[in-house]
Antibody, heavy 119, light 107 residues
Framework: EVQLVESGGGLVQPGGSLRLSCAASGFTFSSYEMNWVRQAPGKGLEWVSYISSSGSTIYYADSVKGRFTISRDNAKNSLYLQMNSLRAEDTAVYYC????????????WGQGTLVTVSS | EIVLTQSPDFQSVTPKEKVTITCRASQSIGSSLHWYQQKPDQSPKLLIKYASQSISGVPSRFSGSGSGTDFTLTINSLEAEDAAAYYCHQSSSLPWTFGQGTKVEIK
C-alpha cells in the first residue's frame, strides 16, 4: 500500500524557515516523480514544486521560486521542502504527491502538514 | 498560465440526483485534465485521469468527459458519501493549475 507521511510543519514567524519532509513507503520511491501541493485554510489547491525521480529536474511555482527548495533522498525514501523567507501567504497545509509518469496526474497524496506563518 | 474555471462553485443536491460539474480551461489542453475529490479534513483523492479514464476503486457512478477547453465531471445517482469538494487539474503545461473547486452538499 502506498503511504506518504508528511512532517515538519508548525508555527513560524514571517521571514523564518522550515523544512518539511515526506516519508514514502509501499512503492519504489526512486522511480517516481514527486511534488508538493499546498492548500491555504478554506481555499483551493496550489501546485508548489516538482522533482524528477533522479532529482535532476526541478520546477517551482512563481510564488515560491527563490525561497523554497525541493530535494529528495532516494536511499531514505524521502522528499523534502526547504522553505525560507516565509510569508503569511505561505500559510497552508502542504501535501506531497506522486506524479503519474505518462498522464501526469497526482495519483497518491499524503495527509498533509500544516505550516502557519504568523508573528 | 492556464486558468481553470469550474462551475458551479457550490451545489446542494438530494441523494440519487445526478450532478454535473464543468471545468473550462483558458486555452486548449487536449485531454490533460484530471479530477480530484476532497472530503472534509482529508487529503485529495484522484477520481478521474486524462479527462475520462476511470481509476481502480472509484465507484462507477463517477465519470468524466471532454477535451480541448471544456470538461465535465458527472456523478450519477449521488450518494451521501459524495459530499465533498471537487477539483479539476491541468497537466498540459507548467505551472500545473487547479480549478477553484466545487463544493457538493447533500440536502
Amino acid at each position: 500500500e502506498v503511504q506518504l507521511v508528511e512532517s515538519g510543519g508548525g508555527l513560524v514567524q514571517p521571514g523564518g524557515s522550515l523544512r518539511l519532509s515526506c516519508a514514502a513507503s509501499g512503492f519504489t520511491f526512486s522511480s517516481y516523480e514527486m511534488n508538493w501541493v499546498r492548500q491555504a485554510p478554506g481555499k483551493g489547491l496550489e501546485w508548489v514544486s516538482y522533482i524528477s525521480s533522479s532529482g535532476s529536474t526541478i520546477y517551482y511555482a512563481d510564488s515560491v521560486k527563490g525561497r523554497f527548495t525541493i530535494s529528495r533522498d532516494n536511499a531514505k525514501n524521502s522528499l523534502y521542502l526547504q522553505m525560507n523567507s516565509l510569508r503569511a501567504e505561505d500559510t497552508a497545509v502542504y501535501y506531497c504527491a506522486t506524479l503519474e509518469w505518462e498522464l501526469r496526474s497526482f495519483d497518491y497524496w499524503g495527509q498533509g502538514t500544516l505550516v502557519t506563518v504568523s508573528s | 498560465e492556464i486558468v481553470l474555471t469550474q462551475s458551479p462553485d457550490f451545489q446542494s443536491v438530494t441523494p440519487k440526483e445526478k450532478v454535473t460539474i464543468t471545468c473550462r480551461a483558458s486555452q486548449s489542453i487536449g485531454s490533460s485534465l484530471h479530477w480530484y475529490q476532497q472530503k472534509p479534513d482529508q487529503s485529495p483523492k484522484l477520481l478521474i485521469k486524462y479527462a475520462s479514464q476511470s481509476i481502480s476503486g472509484v465507484p462507477s457512478r463517477f465519470s468524466g468527459s471532454g477535451s480541448g477547453t471544456d470538461f465535465t465531471l458527472t456523478i450519477n445517482s449521488l450518494e451521501a458519501e459524495d459530499a465533498a469538494a471537487y477539483y479539476c487539474h491541468q497537466s498540459s503545461s507548467l505551472p500545473w493549475t487547479f480549478g477553484q473547486g466545487t463544493k457538493v452538499e447533500i440536502k
